[in-house]
Structures are given as structure tokens and as C-alpha cells.
């Protein structure tokens, strides 16, 4: 039954669905224009963390790239409670990792480049970093495939579902090199790579809900409330 009462969860599914979209598409700006500013180092060379760190030419920039991403995604994060079934881990696992984005903006890295002159350990704040940069990974790749996986019987959702996994699963792979260190001078591209895909994936699923329509609660196949 619709009317005027829709109104306002058709608002807030649209600015979660907005903020899905936003965050990334910035984040991503953030990161190539604060690529392009490093003089003296390749894009390659340097990684995301790296552009924020205190001996970057402008971290605020990417500092800011990590702060938008970490909102928007919180956003989008607590309106895929109008797509998912109750109590699905999917939208919690969204808003762990854009909290920790946020967090991964606030307790940046010392320096651009993990080793070389004068590099004498890490800060407790570049530790943090570290530590929420993880956790960021690890609930950015789980959550699209926890939502794929609901979302593989749903006739809405069910095109789109396997088009997020693939992306996840290659960019989950992309981590693993990137981990492993062993592209060398190309690692930096590696995780550009790696986040870039994870990222298309929040886009994708943001964007459909952005052409879905919301009426009240959730009621189709797979994701109907007990």
C-alpha cells in the first residue's frame, strides 16, 4: 500500500543508494588527483595509505578521499536494510567497512613509502592504520558476497548478484598480490586495481537500488520477513 507514508523511506533508500555511489566515484578522484601531485614519485610507487601519510605533498586530499568514502558508505550501508532479509549480516558487514574507512582517514601513516632514509618504526596512529585498513578489506570483499549470495533466488537482484561476485572474487585475488608484494614496482597499481573493483561493486549495487522501487518493507522471494 503506498501514499504519502512511502515518501519518506523512498527519500532515505535514495540517499543511502546516492551515498553508495558518491563515496567511491570521490574516493577514487581523491586518489588519482593526489596520484598526479607527488612529484619524485611514480603513481605506482605509492600507495593509497601513502597519499594520506604526514610527508605527502597534499594528504589532505586523500585524507578527505578516505573520510567521504567511510561516510557514504555508512549511508548506503543503513539503507540496504530495505533490500536485504532481517538480520542479514550484508548491511552490518557495509557499515564495518566504512567506519573503518573513516577510521583509516583519522590515524594516517607516517610516510609515503613504507621504508627508506630515516624510517625508524611505526607511530601508534600508523599501527591503527593498519589495523582498520584490514578490516576495511576484509568487510569490503565480504559483504558484497554475503549479499550475492542472498540475493541469487530475488528475480530483482539475481543479474546483478553475479556480476558482484565476480568482482569481488578478482579483486579479492588482485589483494592477495598486492599482500604478497611479489608485482614489485607495480604494487601500488595492484591495489588500485583491487579496491577500484571492490568499489564497482558497492556502485552496482547502490545503483540498483537507485532504480528499484520501495514500498514500506521488503516482500520478494528470498528476502521475505518471517
Do not use: C
Not at 501514499?3 to 558518491?22: H, M, N, Q, R, Y
Not at 605509492?46 to 605527502?56: F, H, I, N, P, T
Not at 549470495?149 to 579483486?171: F, G, I, K, M
Request: no cysteine; glycine share 14%.
Amino acid at each position: 500500500m503506498g501514499g504519502e507514508g512511502d515518501t519518506g523511506p523512498v527519500k532515505l533508500s535514495k540517499l543511502a543508494a546516492a551515498g553508495g555511489i558518491a563515496g567511491p566515484v570521490l574516493f577514487t578522484a581523491a586518489w588519482v588527483v593526489g596520484s598526479l601531485r607527488q612529484a619524485g614519485h611514480s603513481a605506482a610507487g605509492v600507495q593509497l595509505s601513502g597519499l594520506a601519510a604526514e610527508d605527502a605533498r597534499d594528504p589532505q586530499i586523500m585524507m578527505a578521499g578516505f573520510l567521504v568514502l567511510g561516510a557514504g558508505t555508512v549511508v548506503f550501508g543503513a539503507g540496504l536494510g530495505r533490500v536485504t532479509a532481517p538480520r542479514s549480516a550484508g548491511p552490518w558487514l557495509v557499515l564495518l567497512a566504512g567506519a573503518a574507512s573513516v577510521a583509516a582517514g583519522v590515524f594516517r601513516r607516517d610516510r609515503m613509502l613504507l621504508a627508506g632514509p630515516g624510517f625508524a618504526g611505526e607511530s601508534w596512529h600508523n599501527q591503527v592504520h593498519d589495523v582498520v585498513s584490514g578490516v576495511a578489506y576484509g568487510a569490503m570483499l565480504a559483504a558484497p558476497l554475503v549479499l550475492a549470495r542472498r540475493w541469487r533466488d530475488d528475480p530483482d537482484w539475481a543479474p546483478l548478484s553475479r556480476r558482484v561476485q565476480v568482482l569481488t572474487l578478482v579483486s579479492a585475488v588482485a589483494l592477495v598480490v598486492f599482500a604478497s608484494r611479489i608485482a614489485g614496482p607495480y604494487n601500488g597499481v595492484v591495489q588500485r586495481f583491487a579496491v577500484t573493483l571492490a568499489l564497482t561493486a558497492e556502485i552496482l549495487i547502490a545503483g540498483r537500488m537507485l532504480t528499484l522501487p520501495v514500498t514500506g518493507s521488503p516482500a520478494r522471494p528470498g528476502i521475505t520477513p518471517s
